[in-house]
């Protein structure tokens, strides 16, 4: 088990009822590098972002994603 998730388990101990679980996912860099320019652009679909610009954008490890 990470240490992440081992820090969050004792949070939402210490917290008890008052925890609040947001369902929020962590995206890595590049996704989120991604995301700016298909807001800036106003593309439809970050895929459509990452067809037409992912190749200038920094190579930054693999996200273990498929296509990745």
């Given at each position: 088990m990470s240490p992440h998730i081992v820090d969050q388990a004792k949070?939402?101990?210490a917290a008890g009822e008052v925890w609040s679980d947001l369902d929020l996912v962590s995206c890595s860099t590049r996704a989120?590098?991604?995301r700016t320019v298909m807001e800036l652009l106003g593309h439809s679909t970050i895929r459509?972002?990452?067809d037409t610009?992912?190749?200038v954008l920094p190579a930054r490890g693999s996200s273990g994603g498929p296509g990745h």
């Open positions: 949070e939402r101990l989120r590098e991604l459509m972002t990452a610009y992912g190749h």
